[in-house]
């Protein structure tokens, strides 16, 4: 393993080996970050899940208060009449069966994708291109819909999905480090409750088990899993 940086064993000296309540943990961060450009600050959460069982998947979406801080780029598959209600929604990219051709053929020139029901037979072929890449329209994620208006409305104010990922583990942005401590706050406070009231009601034992907050660049702070009552 390559031995960390300088300025990286600086800031992780400033935090101590301890778990941190959230709002200290944040102010901790911000005090250790480095890097010349605006980091963006995520929460990791351990789950007391076994992914591998479909009744034990943690999965959900939630719009963070104060937003993501990116500028979201939104495409939308769809026919008709929806083309100009996402349009007119402000969707970057609008299109039917030529915009799946065009993905087909490589393009992924947006950050977030929306597909109404009808055009997902032709959709659901582009599976290998837009899955590793998290973009993939599902209904759970509220992708998948004829309301094309509120999907992206939703998306563009800051719409984040979680997911478990295969070692029981969620990663996910709650902001930049330019918010300020209270906007970011807010921000992991509703993630973290939205996972809490995901909880499978097969999960046993303690379902949060660690938890730990950081920037892009920086060192993580051990969070103190009670923040999440």
Known sequence: MAKPGKKYRAAAAKIEDRPYELKDALTVVKDAAYAKFDETVEVH????????????MVRGTIVLPHGTGKTMRVAVIAGGEKIKEAEAAGAEIVGGDELVEKIAG???????????????????RLGKVLGPRGLMPNPKTGTVTFDVVKAIKEIKAGKVEYRVDKTGIIHAPVGKLSFGVEKL??????????VQKAKPATAKGKYVKTMFIASTMGPSVTLNTSVEK
Do not use: C, S
């Open 106 to 124: 490589g393009f992924l020139d947006f950050d977030a994708l929306v597909a109404t029901p009808d055009m997902m037979k032709g959709v659901g």
């Open 185 to 194: 706050e807010e921000n992991a406070k509703a993630l973290i409750d939205a």
């Open 45 to 56: 959460m351990r789950l007391g899940v076994d992914p591998r069982h479909a009744d034990q």
